[in-house]
């Protein structure tokens, strides 16, 4: 089966680049990607393509190349469903926030719309791709609703995970480890479709690289992945503070513990805490899942990795407050870096918005710099966590665009995203213009210590 028109609901940070480079690799398929959000579709179609809604290195040259040519954005969802022999659905799956499995369970009301909507539009027959990341069984679910409207359409539904991470999210997908497919592998239909999207992926993927399941272990090896990863911050992250207690350096650690093959060097970064809006997300819907089959142990064991990465993130604002003779009241704290990682104006779930709210409790007053965030983004991040009026926290939150300023006359620095300008920043110059003695505090072991201490700096980094 040869797919020419290909539908992606969800404009966010996966359907936004995911469908840009399967435009730009597939030039004879027609990719329409759609979305409620008409001020995000406005951007992704935005004349001046630096403006698009995402930032991601090299995403904008491949949106410049393919847009208007097979790449298309639009707020019209049925009718490019109704256009599509292949529907993607990469909505947000965000973390219930009410009635049952509240703050754990994943929230799929916006699958089902999508669902519903396939359902209402559809004429003729399609192949809908899980491409958000879902409870393992949801194609069941999905399959019920599209099964049961009875205009004769017949659907099959693949599951197809996304493992790009943001800020290295063209790489990823231009390179990936592997593209993993899952579909009714025991049916003709089903192996068609499975066949479908793994020609896509064969124009620029490898077939060793593109892997085909059923559809059950599809669906969890999406969450096991994400637990994995954010295992091991957590478990490098644990011993960072036993480092603290004892000598040892963390960085050295992971080195040590990283060269052993079956271990791996990668993703043992210790860090004030990992963000994102998927792992912590993830790993609360997977301990859901267990708990929902009364594996109690095993929800135990997955919801540990989230104890420690709470712990971290408060350990690390405590740890400011007791160097700075146990009180930060009326003191200026210079927070360099909002975004959950560099190279993303991403801010969802980022450690520094637990830090700011940690040191506003302690009544600090808060200046912030990051090179991609808005100030509009970090005031609607405190204001998300209904700690203190809005008036308060743009009262006491104070957002500027450069770095020298934001530190001027503060009491102490604390880094809590690694982008590179900073290791760039003229530091001499940064320690004249604060108050002594001059605390800096490395939430990403960024930062030479030894070069920072010669120049006056009490120094603190994590791990060390
Ligand atoms: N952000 C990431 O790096 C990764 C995310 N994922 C998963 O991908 C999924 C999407 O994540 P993001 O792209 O980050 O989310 P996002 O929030 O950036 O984008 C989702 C978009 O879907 C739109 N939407 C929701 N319901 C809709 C509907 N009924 N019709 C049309 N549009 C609708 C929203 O307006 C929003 O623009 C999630 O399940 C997430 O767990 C997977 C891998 C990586
Ligand atoms: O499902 C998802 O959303 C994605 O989640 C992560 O990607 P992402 O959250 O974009 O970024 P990561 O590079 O994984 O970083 C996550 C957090 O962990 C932190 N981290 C990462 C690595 C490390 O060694 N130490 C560390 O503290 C980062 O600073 C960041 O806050 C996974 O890496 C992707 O494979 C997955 O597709």
Known sequence: ???????????????????????????????????????????????????IPIYEPGLSDIVAEARDRNLFFSTDVDQAIDKADMIFISVNTPTKTYGIGKGMAADLKFIELCARQIARVAKDDKIVVEKSTLPVRTAQALKNILDNTGNGVNYQILSNPEFLAEGTAVDDLMNPDRVLIGGDIDTAEGEEAIQALVDIYAHWVSKEQILTTNVWSSELSKLTANAFLAQRVSSINAMSELCEKTGADVNEVSRAVGMDSRIGSKFLKSSVGFGGSCFQKDILNLVYIAKSFGLDEVADYWHQVIIMNDHQKKRFAAKIVQTLFNTVSGKKIALLGWAFKKDTNDTRESAAIYVADYLLNEQAEIVVYDPKVTEEQIYADLDYLGTRSEKENRERVTVLKDPYKVCDKAHAIAVLTEWDEFMELDWQKVYKAMLKPAFLFDGRRLLDRKTKEEIGFEFYAIGS
């Open 1 to 51: 089966m040869k797919i020419r028109n290909i539908c992606c609901i969800g404009a966010g940070y996966v359907g936004g680049p995911t469908m840009a480079v399967i435009a730009q690799k597939c030039p004879e398929i027609n990719v329409t990607v759609v979305d409620i959000n008409k001020e995000r579709i406005a951007a992704w179609n935005d004349k001046n393509v630096e403006n």
